[in-house]
């Protein structure tokens, strides 16, 4: 019913900047929440950036002072500006967002991941 597409990843060196986007479509009422995970070779999935309907955000503490989480209401998308990219932050990153639908259901939708690559 949501689906969500991302874009923006690729290779970069160390130190580069790269901007990732999520557009979400579908049947959406209300986003409650948008954010960005990341699941790097032998690791578990971690929490990377949040940012709430009024805007509030959260970030892992591996990011911060780093990386910018943003949003579009407008058109249901979330962006992640990750700047002083440094090897370790190598992984797949997903998009989520969570809200409600025009029917009153709940859903909690993901993105196909998008492959960010840092290389020295």
């Known amino acids: 019913q949501v689906q969500l597409v991302e874009s923006g990843g690729g290779l970069v060196q160390a130190g580069g900047s790269l901007r990732l986007s999520c557009a979400a479509s579908?049947?959406?009422?209300?986003?409650?929440?948008m954010g960005w995970y990341r699941r790097a070779p032998g690791k578990q999935r971690e929490l990377v950036a949040i940012i709430t309907t009024g805007s509030s955000t959260g970030y892992a503490d591996s990011v911060k002072g780093r990386f910018t989480i943003s949003k579009d209401n407008a058109q249901n998308t979330v962006y992640l500006q990750m700047n002083s990219l440094k090897l370790d932050d190598t992984a797949v990153y997903y998009c989520n967002v969570v809200g409600t639908t025009y029917r009153a259901t709940n859903f909690d939708s993901w993105g196909q991941g998008t492959q960010v690559t840092v290389s020295s």
């Open positions: 579908g049947s959406i009422f209300v986003i409650n929440a």
